[in-house]
């Protein structure tokens, strides 16, 4: 049958769309769930994304449910994942996460450096940029700042302190590390307590920052970076690790985590994206920004104001059994906190 000129235009026209679209590759991408703040984590994925040309889709959590939003979501989708990587910013839901089966192995060569309590022996996780838990305090309200998160329950303090909820983020792990440190009955007791002494519980833990920094209350308990937001802002507030007494408990300081998550849809992209989160340069930026992350890699050159983990004496708890006692803390204090 004869051809037409129509027909011939539209094969030509058929031939060069192949001839520009079919060999195309596709731009690399990686899914990353991420509960670290989105002011510090965007420029770090960004420049990733810079320098390998792979593709960032970043996926944040809330402020009210820090963390547990996120892990929700990557058990959800256990059957069909959707994320890649988990760049948590704790440390005690990311090993519940491994110990469902949810995480896949990889050991990182940027993980050599990182101590070895903050990585987990099975390579499923890496930890990085930490945080302590601090106490923050309003220095227009208090004269003799309290040294030990135990002066919750000091009667002075009646109604004039704070604290997150917890339930969500680094608050929750906090919880679980006391019930892994003291043990169900003395850390139920502690909790109660706190209640009875009219402890403020509020949202999150930059409403602690932003309620004791305006005169609400007297002082609570924080992160580092939330912490070193209100100091930079110059609000009447300052901050302090607490129980650093020989005898006192040491100040919980939590990792921020990365991990693979497991049957990964872009598992390639997914490691080097791991690799490129632990490098030193990804430290040192985090500690330079207003959060003031404190670097694990003892390579690293912070800045002079960033604590050294050297100067804290931390809180002697195994994060595996921290994570063990994430849910019967969870569900006693929905019970007593939430009546």
């Known amino acids: 049958m004869a051809r037409g000129p129509g027909s011939t235009m539209i094969a030509a026209a058929l031939m060069l769309a192949c001839l520009a679209g079919c060999g195309r590759e596709e731009k690399p991408v990686v899914v990353v769930y991420t509960a670290l703040d ?24 809330t402020e009210a449910s820090k963390t547990t939003g996120l892990v929700m979501r990557i058990i959800n989708e256990a059957g069909r994942p959707r994320a890649d990587v988990f760049w948590n910013n704790e440390i005690a839901q990311t090993i519940v996460l491994k110990q469902k089966g949810l995480l896949e192995p990889y050991a990182s060569p940027a993980a050599e450096a990182i101590p ?43 109604g004039r302190a704070a604290i997150a909820k917890p339930l969500f983020g680094t608050t929750a792990t906090h919880a679980a590390a006391l019930f892994a440190l003291w043990g169900e009955d003395k850390a139920q007791t502690f909790f109660r307590d706190l209640l009875a002494n009219d402890v403020a519980v509020l949202a999150g833990n930059a409403t602690v920052r932003d309620m004791v920094a305006s005169g609400a209350y007297a002082w609570g308990l924080t992160d580092t970076d939330d912490a070193n937001g209100a100091v930079e802002d110059g609000l009447p507030a300052r901050w302090q690790f607490p129980d650093q007494e020989q005898d006192g408990l040491g100040t919980l300081v939590i990792p921020n985590t990365v991990a693979v998550v497991k049957n990964a849809p872009h598992p390639e992209a997914a490691r080097k994206l791991v690799d490129y989160l632990l490098e030193p340069d990804v430290e040192r930026a985090l500690a330079e920004m207003r959060g003031m992350q404190i670097p694990l890699n003892p390579a690293v050159d912070a800045p002079q104001n960033v604590p050294r983990m050297s100067e804290i004496r931390t809180m002697a708890v195994d994060f595996n059994v921290v994570a063990a006692q994430m849910e019967s803390a969870a569900a006693f204090i929905r019970r007593e906190f939430l009546k």
């Open 38 to 61: 989105e002011m510090f984590s965007r420029p770090i994925l960004a420049r990733f994304e810079e320098q390998t040309g792979i593709e960032v889709q970043p996926v944040y959590d």
């Open 116 to 158: 070895a309590p903050y990585k987990d022996p099975e390579h499923y996780w890496t930890g990085f940029a930490a945080r302590g838990r601090v106490i923050i305090y309003n220095t227009d309200l208090v004269d003799e700042p309290p040294a030990s998160i135990l002066d919750y329950l000091d009667p002075k303090w009646k």
